[in-house]
């Protein structure tokens, strides 16, 4: 078998291409050529030194791929096209408490080693076949949709509710186009002019910033009543903690949604007065769901413009991302393995 090319971030603002002997396969794992590695913004804020990893690590937290080898297994023959699950349990060695000291999920690409890389062993459980209607651009965002119906399912809106969504950055405009497919009112609130310019050019028409009339405005669209939810995006920048505590409605429901919890210490006053519930929303599940409503449009990628970059091209386009690390929200950076 010939070596692999593997892509590591050494160190802040340092990243190689190696070319490593394949290791065995283990036992009951599949072979998986990797064609397409969708780079976010944790992979870029891992480059540049602003999330604590173990160095070195291998990047790419979202990725699509092909089985590379014949199989006893009928869902994954070769040449099955598989989405690579990035967030799995840490397997129990039995030798010490499950008291969440440490991190209970594995979340490739930032804990452990990620997809920038031509091959990947995994195990079955951490594929999903990707329907051949589906095009592998619009599968990379399964991970987002998923987190988003996770969020939006604590909250069960009715027909006409007015549902705050604090951050306008991929995840949150994706969460309120989910929204909308339900017949719920999206509220988009962000500090970022542009990212709610374009957000209303994907039809979010309630699309409001951060400023001195911001309490009014949700006022004015909700009857007076405030949101009859909110859920807040961890992920987003610049955005004040309490906005979903301020916007939502007494005895509503806040959902904190994201992928890994954050340090960011929350001052709970408000939810406490207002007699809020608060809900956590960062697992993943059922990605043939997720498939569902990329695939009918109920979310719609397309609105988003995806920027291909050839695999050796990626040290190149990372420094370009640490000089401009708040990128344009309407663009989506794909690595092209193939």
Not at 139 to 161: D, F, I, K, T, W
Not at 221 to 231: E, F, P, Q, Y
Not at 252 to 274: E, H, M, Q, R, W
Request: proline share 7%.
């Amino acid at each position: 078998m010939s070596d692999w090319k593997v892509w590591k971030i050494k160190g802040p603002k340092s990243i190689v291409q190696n070319e490593v002997t394949p290791p065995a396969l283990p036992e009951k794992q599949l072979r998986v050529r990797v064609t397409k590695v969708f780079l976010s913004g944790v992979d870029a804020a891992i480059y540049r030194g602003a999330l604590k990893v173990p160095y070195p690590i291998v990047p790419g937290r979202f990725a699509v791929g092909i089985i590379a080898d014949e199989t006893d297994d009928l869902l994954f023959q070769k040449g099955t096209r598989v989405l690579l699950h990035s967030f799995r349990p840490r397997p129990y060695t039995g030798t010490a408490p499950l008291d969440f000291s440490e991190d209970e999920t594995i979340v490739c690409g930032q804990t452990e080693d990620g997809f920038l890389s031509d091959f990947v062993y995994a195990d079955p459980c951490d594929l999903t076949p990707i329907p051949d209607a589906l095009s592998d651009e619009r599968a990379l965002a399964a991970h987002y949709v998923s987190l988003a119906r996770n969020a939006v399912e604590y909250l069960r809106p009715c027909e006409g509710q007015c549902i705050a969504v604090i951050g306008a950055n991929v995840l949150g405009i994706l969460t309120a186009q989910l929204l909308l497919y339900l017949q719920a009112h999206p509220i988009l609130i962000d500090t970022d002019p542009s990212r709610l310019a374009f957000a209303r050019s994907c039809g979010i028409e309630s699309a409001l910033p951060v400023d001195d009339d911001l309490l009014v405005n949700v006022a004015n669209r909700t009857g007076g009543r405030m949101a009859s939810g909110a859920i807040y995006i961890i992920s987003s920048p610049n955005n004040d903690h309490e906005l979903p505590f301020k916007v939502s409605a007494e005895k509503s429901t806040t959902v904190l949604c994201g992928f890994v919890p954050d340090n960011i210490p929350y001052s709970l006053d408000l939810a406490l007065k207002k007699q809020l519930t608060i809900r956590f929303a960062q697992n993943v599940s059922e990605f043939e769901t997720a498939f569902n409503l990329l695939f009918t449009r109920a979310v719609d990628t397309d609105v988003f413009q995806a920027k291909t970059i050839p695999a050796d091209d990626v040290a190149d386009f990372l420094a370009t991302y640490e000089e401009h690390p708040e990128r344009d929200v309407s663009e989506i950076n794909i690595v092209s393995l193939i």
